[in-house]
């Protein structure tokens, strides 16, 4: 079985700290990315800067999308700390990085913490969970997923490691800052009422804390643009109710959650060396799940992979049948397999409360998460790991063991720094080709418009453009527009199209120095509205070295 680590708290929790403290100190020149421009859009609602204006329209998905619409299903607990900031700070994305870190550090000593819980070696815990893109990617962003899962794991941990009333008031509190930062930490409440055991506990005075918790978490304040008939959890469930029963979104949510949990979460080569090097031979539970596991490929690919389908208006493209499919398809079958033959014994023991912890994750993204993305996964990434690491101890000997550690910490880098990476280079891409629009328009005195989203309509805003709000807005007196043909889907209207002459075209490479080796892109060669960020393809990330991005820059004379 797995061993305690003897070490002492302490230097886990300044291993945790200084792993997230230096891995903010590489991303906090990262320019604005993805949602991250909704989020201080948000912010700025809340409490604008004297002459500032305010985002009336967001244009995530289509034109004429109110910045309402987007943020009545999250809660405001990170927007309303983002205002807070840029009240005191200004707008700079470079400080509002480090806002990140004690979130960040949070969410890996509450990891570590609960492995000594439970039993699961702290250290290789603590590397798993720190090189495992889920984690570096959004503690890279200025997203409130790493906020909520930092509050929300620590007070977890808080809650199983320090059984006191003070402790569990803390913890109870932590939990309910989680919720407010994001809902997705709302999967952690059932977990308040299982012993560590996962049995229910029937005493009634043991559910009042976590109520009043969760009352706390699901409350709105009510602040800008919020509706205040929406601000209850109870709107909030209703809301879930609605969108479950959507087999539109049933769909790739549940595909989604395959690829992530077999290629993302833990890099398939874990998998693959647990089934490779377990002591019994290849017979009775062992085969079965290796079957089973074969079979899952094309009972998912019927589930919706090679279908295309529609949200908001919006047609998105089918998955195509590339070696990225594949090597997907393969990630999927190990991760079962190995999940197969791993639930039974951890089943048995106190693991037990992970696999339930697992499972609520699951379940949650699949019946309530807005949309396809790495980031509402996020709290599954610790009872992943803890899983990981007791089967691996459990089931191999002392020095297999140590070798499957050391082959997932590394494959978990190598995948996580990869897509790291080149997330990266993309964000600055987007900025790059904002400042080249707003060059062009300087030289022809013309303004700047553009119909893109994330990063690129920020840094548009930041020359003094615009974003184009309507399909049938006129632009008399000309303009330079730059137009995505690739992540944005609310092309540019025929009619200005016709009027158009083409001045530039802007493409975004890879990563020039990192091709090589690590050929990996958070944002796909494919209209995929943002893969590893939000995607509705159901993959993640691509392995590709094609360009993941072109840019028209137009003339409207």
């Known amino acids: 079985g797995p061993m305690r680590d003897p070490q002492p708290m302490w230097r886990l929790w300044v291993a945790a700290a200084g792993i997230s403290a230096g891995w903010i100190v590489l991303n906090a020149g990262k320019p604005v990315h993805t949602d991250d421009a909704f989020t201080l859009y948000w ?23 109110p ?21 005191l700070l200004g707008e700079h994305a470079t400080l509002f990085h480090w806002l990140q870190w004690p979130f960040a550090a949070m969410f890996l000593g509450g990891s570590v913490l609960l492995g000594r819980t439970f039993g699961a070696p702290p250290w290789p815990t603590l590397l798993l969970c720190a090189t495992s893109a889920a984690f570096l990617i959004p503690s890279a962003s200025l997203l409130g997923d790493m906020p909520a899962a930092g509050l929300g794991v620590l007070g977890l941990a808080l809650w199983r490691a320090a059984p006191s009333l003070t402790g569990r008031v803390a913890a109870a509190l932590l939990l309910a800052l989680a919720g407010q930062m994001k809902q997705t930490t709302l999967v952690l409440y059932p977990l308040l009422l299982l012993d560590p055991a996962g049995r229910l506990i029937r005493k009634p005075r043991a559910w009042i804390l976590p109520a009043l918790s969760l009352a706390l978490a699901g409350y709105y304040p009510d602040v800008p643009p919020h509706d205040p008939e929406r601000r209850s959890v109870l709107g909030h469930v209703l809301w879930i109710l609605q969108s479950f029963w959507s087999p539109v979104l049933i ?9 992530t949990a077999g290629a993302v979460l833990l890099t398939p080569v874990a998998y693959a060396f647990s089934l490779a090097a377990r ?48 090597w997907f398809y393969l990630a999927i079958g190990l991760f079962v397999a190995w999940a197969a033959l791993a639930w039974r014994p951890l089943w048995r023991g106190r693991a037990r409360y992970l696999l339930i912890w697992l499972l609520l994750n ?43 550690v050391a082959l997932a910490v590394a494959g978990n880098l190598w995948l996580g720094a990869s897509l790291a990476r080149n997330d990266y280079v993309f964000a600055r891409w987007c900025r790059f080709a904002a400042g080249s629009g707003a060059e062009h328009a300087a030289a022809k005195r013309l303004p700047l418009v553009t119909t893109g989203s994330w990063g690129l309509r920020y840094y548009v805003e930041r020359h003094g453009g615009r974003v184009l709000e309507r399909s049938t807005e ?31 075209t802007l493409t975004c490479p890879p990563s020039r120095h990192w091709t090589l080796l690590l050929p990996l892109q958070t944002i796909p060669p494919a209209r995929s509205v943002g893969a590893f960020h939000g995607g509705h393809l159901w993959f993640p990330y691509a392995f590709t070295r094609a360009p993941s991005e072109t840019v028209l820059v137009l003339e409207i004379p």
């Not at 062992?286 to 529609?310: D, E, N, Q, T």
């Not at 699949?366 to 993305?373: D, F, K, L, M």
């Open 43 to 65: 912010a700025r609602a809340i409490a604008p800067l004297p002459g500032e204006t305010t985002v009336r329209y967001v244009n995530w998905i289509r034109f004429e999308e």
């Open 67 to 87: 910045l309402f619409a987007q943020t009545q299903h999250y809660m405001p607990g990170w927007a309303l700390t983002l205002s807070a900031a840029r009240r």
């Open 251 to 259: 769909r790739p949510r549940l595909s989604y959650l395959a690829a």
């Open 279 to 326: 002591r019994d031979p290849l017979r009775g539970r062992r085969f079965k799940a290796i079957i089973l596991g074969v079979l899952c490929i094309p009972a998912l690919a019927a589930a919706g992979f090679w279908k295309s389908y529609r949200r908001d208006g919006v047609s998105i493209a089918e998955v195509p049948a590339t070696a990225n499919t594949l």
């Open 362 to 404: 699951a379940a949650g993204f699949v019946a309530a998460a807005p949309e396809p993305a790495v980031r509402h996964l996020i709290p599954a990434l610790p009872p992943l790991a803890m899983l990981f690491m007791l089967d691996l101890y459990g089931s191999l000997g002392p020095r297999a063991a140590r070798a499957g």
């Open 474 to 504: 006129p632009i008399a007196d000309g303009a330079v527009i730059l137009c995505p043909e690739r992540t944005d889907h609310r092309t540019l209207p025929a009619a200005l199209r016709r009027r158009s002459r083409l001045l530039e």
